[in-house]
């Protein structure tokens, strides 16, 4: 099975801020890697695909980065929107597995 | 406009049965990948089941044998038998369009599942 490690598990950050998530596999997944943000009581949201595509209507201040097994999600200026849990997911072999979640949180 | 509507969670004792529902409307079902992914509530997401374009089918090790994934292609809609529950089956259930090789576009609102005496 495919590990997937993200890190941090959990981050305080201010609106304005730049913000890194870091998602490593254990092994190479050819770039069938996505992003999620879920918020309280909703579903997840595709928010990146392919790595680095945005999902149209995310805005700008999102963007995913890596290759072969070590992956970022950077949002440039946090927004007090932007304040939730976030997952990676490889989509490359079974089981398709996820990051375990980082929760942004207001500082 | 692609919608996906859970039903038929519910309180369950262990051992018993229940059936998942999802309706699927702006798409039709059998020309995607679909998947049945659950989270405990307050952790992590696992995908448990996955139905493919050519009836392939995944299941997780964990429900491997007690779990069934289904289509009703007249009905656009997608099933999860879930038998022989147990406590640790416990969660919100989300069906997703999506699996092998494509991401999770879209999502249904989930359905809670709580397996308890």
């Known amino acids: 099975d495919i590990q997937v490690t993200q890190s941090p598990s959990s981050v305080s950050a201010s609106v304005g801020d730049r913000v890194t998530i870091t998602c490593r596999a254990s092994?190479?997944?050819?770039?069938?890697l996505a992003w999620y943000q879920q918020k309280p009581g909703k579903a997840p949201k595709l928010l990146i695909y392919a790595v680095s595509t945005l999902v149209s209507g995310v805005p700008s201040r999102f963007s995913g980065s890596g290759s072969g097994t070590d992956f970022t999600l950077t949002i440039s200026s946090l927004q007090p929107e932007d304040f939730a849990t976030y997952y990676c997911?490889?989509?490359?072999?079974?089981?398709?597995?996820f990051g375990g979640g980082t929760k942004v949180e207001i500082k | 406009e692609v919608q996906l509507v859970e039903s038929g969670g519910g309180l369950i004792q262990p051992g018993g049965s229940l059936r998942l529902s999802c309706a699927a409307s702006?798409?039709?079902?059998?020309?995607?990948?679909m998947s049945w992914v659950r989270q405990v509530p307050g952790k992590g997401l696992e995908c448990v089941s996955n139905l493919y374009i050519r009836d392939s089918i995944y299941y997780a090790d964990s429900v491997k044998g007690r779990f069934t994934i289904s289509r009703d292609s007249s009905k656009n809609t997608l099933y999860l038998q879930m038998n022989s529950l147990r406590a640790e089956d416990t969660g919100i259930y989300y069906c997703?369009?999506?699996?092998?090789?494509?991401?999770?576009?879209?999502w249904g609102q989930g359905t809670l599942v709580t397996v308890s005496s």
């Open positions: 997703a369009r999506g699996g092998w090789h494509s991401d999770f576009d879209y």
């Open positions: 092994q190479d997944i050819s770039g069938w």
């Open positions: 702006g798409f039709t079902i059998s020309n995607y990948y």
């Open positions: 997911q490889q989509a490359n072999s079974f089981p398709l597995t």
